[in-house]
């Protein structure tokens, strides 16, 4: 059986970067919001910093982080970033392992692709 936890910080008091670092240390599935990535990205100057960042803790850990973020006014979508060892199958794989878990917190899932930008990186 699963458990789920959900992290609030003050961006004012606590780092949104450390607290991800140790969120994704602790956990077997870490899924961000859009807040926090927004947050995130204030702290290290911008989105290119925070997808480095990102990246760089999912190598740390070995296993992919998720990004659910808005992609309409009534409407989420959730991405993931994985080590870049890993390849397409491999993080289909991984999120279809952790669907249950995925439906569980963010609601019906509706469909899993493992398509990927031209050049191989998110």
Known sequence: MSRSLRVTIDPRSVSPAASIRVAAAAAPLLVIGGRALADLAAELGGMDAAGAFLLEVAEAIGHPIGLNLPTGATSLSTAFIAPRSWSRERVAGW???????LEAALGTVSHVSSSMPRGGRP
Request: proline share 0%; aromatic share 0%.
């Open 95 to 101: 999120v279809g392992g952790h669907h249950a878990e």
